[in-house]
């Protein structure tokens, strides 16, 4: 085994052999802002065999704060997040198969993904992406790491089909998300607490080790110091439409009605195409700049810019349209520019 | 008496984070209608609670002497 | 205030007032291992005024599992880790004035860096040093936070100077190195839980929110998932002698008798001059090559190896010498090279 | 009956995190003594205690319904 991972197998439950399972295992981690960045690093640290990573992002000067791997230079080439996390993951751990999907993680989206997936890891930033990823773990019987932060406070749980509840058990509805979404900030040590926890929970799971599996939800609050877990083995439902015995995965067969999103704590709304495409970003680049706009492009992604009012296009035509909240305005603005 | 822990923001609401509320035997969710009523707790729905560190439905008893905590879940990320 | 801070403004307990006082503080960080390099990614992102980071060490391919900032680069130039540090935080933080210092610090070559310091962080391995910080941080009137790691446990404690008890007064012994060095490995959940601990109790000291300091002593273990706080506000002993009313900084004023250290759960001694001197490295390396030695250098250490044996020789004159426990062999080879 | 919990590589000492010794009123420094001679416990010298979650010296004295949780203190980082 390398001198790179000697700490870790040096450390009993994981040893040579579990070293060994952890170098021929593939995680999908769904997200790479802040608990994407973080679990992606680590994992990678860690020698994970194969990592795919799903963002529909790209890297801006805010994230900079709470989001590690990034760099300035990212921002200023508005790189995917997916893309520049694969960049920076590289000259840490050359022995890991990297991934990077640049795309919106939906029901359709993810499911071509799975296919050789030992686990699944939330990076996600709402909880409709959650079901998702609850009702494929259930689906495919792969395990997942529940992971979310908002303000001082982090929580997580891990899920493993046919042994714990799933997080519809727990939820039975998508809890209301203005409650919750970031217009109260983060600071990067609830971040890292709830890193802490999902990544640990990951080394469990690659090395196998299902007794040490952590059996109940913990949440904390870093800046008002509480720390609390509780037990969930009795809350699994017989009824629930996600893992009980009637089980018919309502998040992924839902009606994929809206087309548009506002994006949670951001003036900022995500459009896209009904049907992914393929454009040709240098083209479209060419033809909006002899138009007039101002135009920023980079081999994933076009930003667009005419009277203070920005748009990025990724090139499976959908597009971030800044600055506003409002879905037809931003449905406008997108048909002007792709018809 | 019935212990209350309020975590995150909740706690914030009433300036402390826990209470002591005078019940005998009631279901987490009347227990959250008197939060709402007699301490003016509100935004209690789709807050979830634990009784004694174990996760509990809105119909899980809680008796004299429990403790419960109100979490409230988070989707940043 | 920079768009770079704004989710962090816009959490209340720090605000725009919170991040102002942030951009004005110095922060001195020893250690740049595992924790330390967590910590100064952590803390520059969040736009600290100045950060002052000490180590001893130079990156080394066992150190990439678990401490973040550190890439391949780095282990094949053997860069010293505080520079190594530096380079990566200025791309991340290009706002933050970062000061590397290669050197062991102890209570002799610590004391001039502390004039200015708001907060001490303590990324060190080993009780020695802490209880030197402990002393410095009572003599000085200056914050410091404790955090240490091992196998998947960790611990924190933060110690404020005429509030809190002080590490003396609850360790009262320097505790028995073997039973927590190293040997029985790490990984890096341990180190991320730490210096989530350590970074929120930073956050709250550099915006002078003494209220959310944690009043407790945390510990706890990532794979027997186990968490626990103990008060210590009973603990402050009116005879401790590092923070008591005969206070005399035994860790200070101690004489500095060994000057060579085996480097704990490693096979390494560290052997120091007498006095630190300024060694023209270029000028060693070549001669050290006409003899016969392979030598390998950057501007910070020279690496030296002959039949097999390995010493890394830095540009004050320390050295570590690889390969050996033994103090008084590694003391022979030292003298063999410097005379 | 005095709680006893055991953290980090305490707990594979004995194989379990939790035990309860049948004790009335003794020192921290005694209940180590005892933990050793009758449990097998030992290497708690240098261990940190909490008594009820609060930091224990050696002389402290602990009580029957007590908890007493022993932390090892470690060095690395």
Not at chain 1, 133 to 162: E, F, R
Not at chain 2, 8 to 33: F, M, P, S, W, Y
Request: hydrophobic share 40%; with cysteine.
């Amino acid at each position: 085994m390398h001198e790179r991972y000697s700490r870790q197998t040096l450390f009993s439950p994981i040893g040579e052999a579990g070293q060994a399972k952890i170098r021929h295992k593939h995680v999908l981690l769904i997200g790479a802002g802040a608990l994407g960045s973080a679990n992606a690093e680590y994992l990678t640290r860690a020698g994970v065999g194969r990592l795919t990573i799903v963002d529909r992002d790209y890297v801006e000067e805010s994230n900079l704060q709470r989001q590690q791997l990034y760099t300035e230079d990212d921002v200023q080439a508005k790189w995917p997040k997916a893309e520049a996390a694969k960049k920076h993951l590289q000259r840490i751990n050359s022995d890991v198969d990297i991934r990077a999907v640049v795309m919106d993680g939906t029901a359709v989206s993810l499911e071509p993904l799975i296919a050789d997936v030992d686990l699944i890891m939330d990076a996600t930033d709402n909880f409709e992406t959650r079901m998702v990823i609850n009702d494929l773990s259930q689906k495919h019987q792969i395990p997942w790491i529940y992971g979310a932060c908002v303000g001082s406070v982090g929580m997580s749980l891990t899920i493993v089909p046919g042994i714990t509840p799933c997080l519809n058990c727990l939820l039975r509805t998508i809890p209301i998300q203005g409650m919750t979404c970031d217009t109260g900030g983060i600071i990067s040590p609830a971040v890292t607490m709830t890193v802490a926890h999902q990544s640990a929970e990951a080394l469990k799971i690659l090395v196998e080790d299902w007794d040490a599996v952590r059996p109940s939800f913990v949440t904390f609050d870093m800046w008002r110091n509480q720390y609390q877990s509780m037990k969930i083995s009795r809350a699994k439902k017989k009824d629930c439409l996600s893992c009980g015995e009637q089980r018919t995965f309502p998040f992924l067969t839902l009606e994929n009605a809206t087309k548009t999103a506002v994006l949670c704590g951001r003036d900022t709304v995500q459009v896209r195409p009904p049907q992914p495409l393929k454009l040709n970003l240098q083209k479209l680049s060419d033809d909006l700049a002899n138009s007039g706009y101002t135009v920023k492009a980079n081999p994933f992604l076009a930003s667009i810019e005419q009277n203070g009012q920005r748009m990025v296009i990724f090139q499976d035509g959908r597009a971030l349209v800044h600055g506003t909240k409002d879905e037809a305005h931003a449905k406008t603005l997108y048909q002007r520019i792709l018809g | 008496m019935i212990k209350v822990l309020l975590f995150a923001h909740l706690k914030d609401l009433i300036g402390k984070d826990e209470i002591e509320v005078n019940a005998d035997e009631l279901t987490v969710e009347q227990l959250r209608q008197k939060l709402s009523d007699e301490y003016g707790l509100h935004g209690l729905e789709g807050v979830m609670a634990a009784v004694n560190e174990e996760f509990a439905d809105p119909d899980t008893m809680v008796s004299n002497g429990d403790t419960v905590a109100f979490i409230p879940p988070v989707s940043g990320g």
